[in-house]
């Protein structure tokens, strides 16, 4: 298992409906993590690279209603 995590930055804050389907994409097989950080905008996805892309993540929060806006170089 390959752990990696990417970010994002998001900019509409996600209502009630997108975040219990945020909810369902935990359920993925190879999502490990979702932080949410309001102050910040943004949202931090842990996941296993083995099985899955970053590409694939940022489509799975687009599909859960998550106004994803770009991808934040980590540290």
């Known amino acids: 298992m390959t752990q990696l995590e ?6 509409a804050a996600p209502g009630e409906a997108a975040m219990r ?3 369902s994409v935990r359920e993925v097989y190879g999502v490990r993590r979702i ?4 102050k910040d905008r943004t ?6 690279a ?6 694939v993540i940022a489509s799975l929060l ?7 806006t770009e991808k ?3 540290a």
Do not use: I, Q, T
């Open 62 to 68: 687009r599909r859960a209603g998550v106004d994803v």
């Open 21 to 23: 389907a945020v909810d």
């Open 43 to 48: 949202v931090r996805v842990e996941f296993d």
């Open 72 to 74: 934040l170089v980590l």
């Open 6 to 11: 990417v970010s994002y930055r998001y900019g």
């Open 35 to 38: 932080l949410f950080n309001e």
């Open 50 to 55: 083995s099985r899955l892309k970053e590409p």
